[in-house]
């Protein structure tokens, strides 16, 4: 069962919801490229308010997707497009349909 994840909340500056909403998309192209990312997610939790979550089968997996070039790229951009740095939490997965 895939059972690593990845939950990290983000939130816009004001009017850079449209570049964040861009970022995640190009960020759902980019895990294509993961063979460790099991499934990626960019999720639109509120006006301002966004999300990614991830899956990976083992922490190599959580671990090279943390280092690669999605997680550089959000860093690069966070200042640009974040209203505060974006806290990522590695949680674990106990059930799934």
Known sequence: MTKFALY???MAKPGKEAEVEAFLEQGARMAQDESG???WYGL???DGFYS???TFDDEAGRDAHLNGPIAQALMAKAGELLA???KINKITLIAKK
């Open 84 to 86: 505060e740095p974006p």
């Open 37 to 39: 990312t099991v499934t």
């Open 8 to 10: 990290v909340p983000l």
């Open 52 to 54: 990614v979550f991830d």
């Open 44 to 46: 639109k939790e509120g």
